[in-house]
């Protein structure tokens, strides 16, 4: 079993930034990803950036430039560094784990951490 800890989120400014981290708990092997989602009030749950276990990245096409998705394997926890930040992406901001075995997944989430930018 995993768990998945977000932390970071909070209240900034138009153009500023935030990093949020997703701490996982015990050790995670095989072939995986890890992202970040985010659901904004009244809206779907949308994928922000994924990272994979063998170092692909994709963006959502809003972030592209903007949000960078990294890794630390040291301490098991993936980063969501968010630059110019737009009050759009106020939302909350939640980890995604996705361990893919032979024609199976296991997924887990975080509890999610908010991020409200405004002014």
């Known amino acids: 079993q995993v768990q998945l800890v977000e932390s970071g989120g909070g209240l900034v400014q138009p153009g500023g930034s935030l990093r949020l981290a997703c701490a996982a708990s015990?050790?995670?092997?095989?072939?995986?990803?890890m992202s970040w989602y985010r659901q904004a009030p009244g809206k779907q749950r949308e994928l922000v950036a994924g990272l994979t276990s063998s170092g692909r990245t994709n963006y959502a096409d809003s972030v592209k430039g903007r949000f960078t998705i990294s890794r630390d394997n040291g301490k098991n926890t993936v980063y969501l560094q968010m630059n110019s930040l737009k009050p759009e992406d106020t939302a909350d901001y939640y980890c995604?784990?996705?361990?893919?075995?032979?024609?199976?997944?296991?997924?887990?989430w975080g509890q999610g951490t908010q991020v409200t930018v405004s002014s």
């Open positions: 995604n784990l996705a361990i893919y075995t032979l024609g199976d997944s296991t997924i887990y």
């Open positions: 015990g050790s995670i092997f095989g072939r995986h990803t």
